[in-house]
């Protein structure tokens, strides 16, 4: 079942802003993921934030995770036309063996 | 290094007949993944292959077959395809089966059934 739940569904802004998705979860969790999709593209994985972990950066991403509300976002800063995709966040719990994944954030990010 | 190639990329088929979508991943993961994506919604996992020789059934795997031909190699047959197959299948692969790990997708197949 799809246990994570990206809001905003969408999300415009221009080029240079800053583009903050969230992600709600229902039950405990071992890491919380967050892949990228270009239109008509696969999954790329971006980062990966363990349950332990509270804050992780990459590059222009900020992830943050608060388990007690079960909740993450993503930052994206100074955003570029390129980082215009579908941003999915995707749960893996303890004993499962595969991803959860949400619905997810379409950006659209305009010059 | 190509990562995780899926064959074909677009097929239509009719109502009732049979496909098999081909996937390989030449990164020595020992798990695979079979998930479909339809509009607005995230993946939904078909069945997965946590190690070569070993297959089990995800959330949707109804009207589906799967086969881990070799550690490479994980194939995903529609025997009796119906409209409600209509969808992008994604084959994705891991280090291992536990959830902890990153996972790798190919570029996708893009089915219709008319």
């Known amino acids: 079942s799809q246990q994570g739940e990206e809001d905003p569904q969408a999300l415009s802004i221009q080029e240079g802003e800053n583009a903050t998705m969230n992600c709600s979860y229902k039950?405990?969790?071992?890491?919380l993921q967050w892949y990228r999709q270009n239109s008509g593209r696969g999954l790329v994985h971006l980062i990966l934030i363990r349950s332990n972990e509270r804050e992780k950066h990459s590059g222009r991403l900020r992830v943050t995770l608060d388990t007690s509300k079960k909740s993450s976002s993503l930052l994206i800063t100074a955003s570029r036309a390129a980082d215009t995709a579908s941003y999915f966040c995707a749960t893996a719990s303890n004993s499962g063996y595969a991803l959860n994944f949400g619905k997810g954030t379409s950006l659209l990010v305009t010059p | 290094n190509a990562g995780v190639t899926q064959t074909p990329k677009f097929q239509v088929l009719k109502t009732g007949q049979s496909m098999t979508l081909q996937c390989a991943q030449d990164m020595n993961h020992n798990s695979m993944y079979w998930y479909r994506q339809d509009p607005g919604m995230g993946l939904r996992l078909i069945y997965y292959s946590a190690s070569e020789g070993t297959t089990d059934k995800g959330e949707v795997p109804n009207g589906y077959n799967v086969s881990r031909l070799n550690k490479r190699e994980f194939s995903l047959r529609l025997e009796s395809a119906a409209p409600s197959q209509t969808s992008v299948y994604f084959c994705a692969s891991s280090y291992s089966e536990l959830a902890k790990n990153i996972q790798y997708f190919g570029a996708g197949t893009r089915l219709s059934v008319l």
């Open positions: 039950t405990s969790i071992n890491n």
